[in-house]
């Protein structure tokens, strides 16, 4: 086979769609095969400008071409040649309508011409200068951006406006937004506010002007405090009725001067410095000075004042010598010989209603006579001895005779209206009664008053208390449910009118329809027959209160118990406190509360209580 150069072999010839290539078949062992130029130009195989370039972008090579040449991207030309020559320094190309020229830039051409020439642009403007202007500016392409910086500003001459639907914003960590004198803001209704007025968003999602601060805006009193609790050279005033309140743990401290012109209560009554009402460390004035040494403060009626003792007070106390009395019933007579100092006189009785001491000269022989002088008894009795006691038949003593030798005889009281001494024979369990014997007492009355209570299905709070409350649809004849929690103990808070009546177990009602000798009732013990539906540890507490009204509640008898569920315990014995607490006075009653430590389940709790009263004179 000769060489393809060879000419004369092989001459050459313009190709043809239907002219034969040898080629080898890669997928036939590489065997020698033959396909027309078409076959290869159906298969894609002529070249085209972008797969040349995608080869190899870069040439030393002049390219000559008769048409045109559209480019996308970006020309990097060295120089451009028009009409034959690359042109001048300085000069501009130019359009020649049918083809380009270099021609020299038309001399001291200001914006104006050069917008009228032409004011669109896709290309940025940047200047270190100022951008005026009385017409628009307009950016149609997206994402522009009108940027400031180096300190540059955009200054609006009066009556211009900016109007966007888009946002303004201001990154800069010195951004400002200044408004000048007169300057507004209107709001999403076209308003410009009035004074005082702030901007606020409505429930409509809208801008407006409004008067006050917003509750949803308004900080409270520990959020303003958190932030900041000092205040400099300004105070608090407080107008009208109201009441400013500090828990025990919370103190006022003041190294000023302060003024209490209203009514103030210091109710603490410890007996120490750190729980007495009132802890005086330093000097007390009574508004003119802090007194001398050893005065005292004393009341004017309408204030106080530091008077000393000598005027106020009794400094000393003399025994002056006794003299006969000079005025009826006054056996000793205070005399004030200075201020301060007061002289105790005893009065010697003068006989008749004239009170007095004994006088003196008195002898063992001597009595003291009725016009106040000693004398010697006329028929005195000789002897008193005491007879042997008798029963009484009416006087409780027996004198005979009344003068000599005097027998005096006791008679015991032996019943009825015959009066006498206390017979013997009485002992610690018996009492005397009426006919004049000794008789065991068959006692106070005793009763005993059972009453219910319960909590029906109910998820208990640990450590609420629950009274009586209103009857459900489902409560059954003569139960009586203690479903309703209470914000507090009632020692502390007390119960709603509805819960007192409702808890109320026993009653002392008054007595007006009856006479009895024992009109307060004693409780002397209680127990309860008690089960669950929930372990848990209850508490059942028993408070004394007024029947109708109600100032107070007293705890008069408490049960703890840890129970199991579904078991019924023994009889439980309540803790009842001593008298007088224990007694119940005409107008009062027993009103129940229930409690669980830990709740949280729904559960039922029965408790059968027997109250058992004496009665109490």
């Keep these: 086979m000769a060489k393809i150069e060879n000419l004369s072999v092989y001459p050459l010839t313009t190709p043809t769609a239907d002219d034969f290539l040898v080629g080898t078949d890669t997928s036939n062992d590489n065997r020698t095969v033959s396909f027309k130029i078409s076959d290869i130009t159906a298969a894609g195989g002529l070249q085209g400008l972008q797969s040349v370039l995608d080869t190899g972008n870069t040439a030393t090579q002049s390219i000559d071409l008769t048409g045109n040449i559209t480019v996308v991207g970006t020309v990097y030309p060295t120089t451009i040649t028009a009409a034959g020559t690359a042109g001048l320094a300085g000069q501009i190309l130019s359009s020649t309508g049918t083809g380009l020229q270099w021609i ?59 109007t966007t639907s888009g946002n303004i914003n201001l990154s800069g960590a010195t951004s400002v937004l200044n408004f000048g004198a007169g300057a507004a803001i209107n709001d999403s209704a076209g308003s410009t506010g009035t004074t005082g007025q702030i901007i606020t968003l409505n429930g409509a999602g809208e801008i407006i002007w409004n008067t006050g601060i917003p509750s949803q805006s308004m900080p409270t009193l520990q959020e303003v405090l958190t932030a900041g609790n000092t205040a400099t050279t300004i105070g608090m005033a407080f107008s009208g009725v109201s009441t400013t309140t500090f828990s025990a743990t919370s103190d006022i401290q003041s190294a000023g001067t302060n003024v209490f012109s209203g009514f103030n209560t210091f109710s603490a009554n410890g007996a120490t410095p750190g729980t007495a009402g009132i802890n005086l460390t330093g000097s007390l004035s009574d508004g003119v000075g802090t007194g001398t040494l050893n005065q005292v403060l004393t009341s004017t009626a309408t204030g106080v004042s530091w008077q000393s003792l000598s005027g106020i007070g009794i400094i000393n106390v003399n025994a002056a010598t006794p003299v006969d009395a000079a005025n009826p019933n006054t056996p000793i007579t205070v005399l004030t010989p200075a201020p301060g100092i007061r002289s105790v006189r005893q009065n010697i009785y003068k006989g008749a209603d004239l009170i007095g001491c004994v006088p003196p000269l008195g002898t063992a022989g001597t009595f003291l006579q009725g016009d106040g002088t000693w004398a010697t008894p006329a028929g005195a009795v000789s002897s008193v001895s005491a007879a042997a006691s008798a029963t009484s038949t009416g006087a409780p003593l027996i004198i005979t005779p009344t003068t000599g030798a005097v027998v005096v005889t006791p008679q015991s009281y032996a019943g009825g209206a015959n009066v006498g001494h206390v017979p013997t024979g009485g002992s610690a369990t018996t009492y005397l009664r009426g006919d004049g014997t000794w008789a065991t007492p068959a006692g106070a009355p005793e009763w005993v008053s059972p009453c219910f209570v319960g909590v029906s299905k109910l998820s208990m709070v640990g450590g609420t208390y629950y009274s009586g409350g209103p009857f459900a649809a489902t409560s059954i004849a003569g139960e009586r449910l203690f479903n309703d929690p209470l914000a507090s103990s009632p020692g502390v808070g007390g119960l709603t009118d509805d819960q007192h009546m409702l808890s109320l177990v026993y009653a002392n009602g008054p007595l007006t329809g009856c006479v009895t000798a024992y009109p307060k ?97």
């Excluded at 027993?590 to 004496?614: E, P």
Aim: contains cysteine; glycine residues 8%.
């Design 104 to 162: 020299n830039a038309a001399a001291a051409q200001d914006l104006q011409s050069v917008l009228t020439a032409g004011n669109t642009t896709t290309l940025d403007i940047i200047t270190s200068g100022n951008i005026t202007s009385t017409g628009n500016i307009t950016m149609n392409g997206a994402a522009q951006t009108l940027a400031l910086s180096n300190g540059t500003d955009m200054t609006l001459a009066v009556n211009s406006d900016i």
């Design 521 to 617: 009732h004693q409780l002397c013990d209680a127990t309860l027959l008690v089960t669950c539906s929930n372990s848990d540890t209850y508490e059942i507490i028993l408070w004394k209160s007024g029947i109708s009204t109600s100032a107070s509640y007293t705890v008069v008898a408490t049960w703890t118990e840890t129970l199991t569920a579904g078991t019924i315990n023994g009889t439980q014995t309540f803790t009842v406190a001593a008298a007088p607490t224990s007694v119940l006075d005409v107008g009062e009653g027993l009103f129940a509360t229930i409690r669980a430590t830990n709740g949280g389940v729904v559960c039922a709790v029965t408790a059968q209580i027997s109250l058992k009263f004496t009665g109490a004179a």
